[in-house]
C-alpha cells in the first residue's frame, strides 16, 4: 500500500511541472504588485509632507490653528526661531497665549503654494464644467474664474486681523 502511494505522488510531481511554473509565477505577480504599492504609497506621503510643511511656512498671525493636543487659537505672532504665539481663551473668560514650535500644529487655516493653485485648478475646472453646460467658451469661463479669486492670500488675512483689532477696541 506505502508503495502504491508513493508511485501515485511521483507520477503527480512529474505531470504537474507547469503547476510548479504557475506557482511561481504567482508568487513573482504578487512581490511585483506590493513593490509597487509600496513605491507609490511613498509618493503619496511624500507630496502630502510637502503640503504639510508649505502650509506652516504659510502660517502669519491672524490664522487659525488647532494643536496636536487639541489646543485651539488664533496665532498672535510668528517667532524668528520656529514657533509661534497662539492666542487662546475669549475677553469673558481671560486671554492666554502659549508659544509652541510650529511643527505641533495639525491644522490650520493657513494655505501653501502648492493648495492655492490645487483649488484654483479645480475652481477652473468646474467653471468650464458649468459654461458648457451655459454654452460659453472655455476661455470665456477661465476669465470669469480669475476676475473671481482674490489676487493673494494676504490680502484676505488682512481684513480680517483689522476686524478683530476694531473689536477689541
Not at 12 to 21: A, L, P
Not at 92 to 105: F, N, P, R, T, W
Amino acid at each position: 500500500m506505502l508503495f502504491s502511494l508513493l508511485s501515485d505522488t511521483a507520477d503527480k510531481t512529474e505531470s504537474s511541472g507547469s503547476g510548479n511554473y504557475i506557482l511561481i509565477i504567482l508568487v513573482v505577480l504578487i512581490v511585483v504588485a506590493f513593490a509597487a504599492y509600496m513605491i507609490f504609497s511613498g509618493r503619496k506621503n511624500k507630496s502630502r509632507q510637502k503640503e504639510y510643511i508649505e502650509q506652516l511656512e504659510a502660517i502669519r498671525p491672524g490664522h487659525k490653528v488647532k494643536t496636536v493636543g487639541g489646543i485651539c487659537g488664533i496665532v498672535a505672532e510668528v517667532c524668528d526661531d520656529n514657533t509661534v504665539i497662539i492666542e487662546t481663551g475669549s475677553e469673558q473668560s481671560g486671554k492666554s497665549y502659549v508659544k509652541m514650535d510650529k511643527e505641533l500644529i495639525a491644522q490650520t487655516d493657513a494655505k501653501g503654494p502648492t493648495q492655492i493653485a490645487r483649488e484654483e485648478a479645480e475652481a477652473r475646472r468646474k467653471a468650464e464644467k458649468e459654461a458648457k453646460k451655459a454654452g460659453l467658451t472655455a476661455e470665456e469661463a477661465s476669465d470669469a474664474v480669475i476676475s473671481e479669486t482674490p489676487d493673494s492670500e494676504e490680502t484676505a488675512v488682512e481684513p480680517k486681523a483689522e476686524e478683530e483689532k476694531k473689536a477689541e477696541e
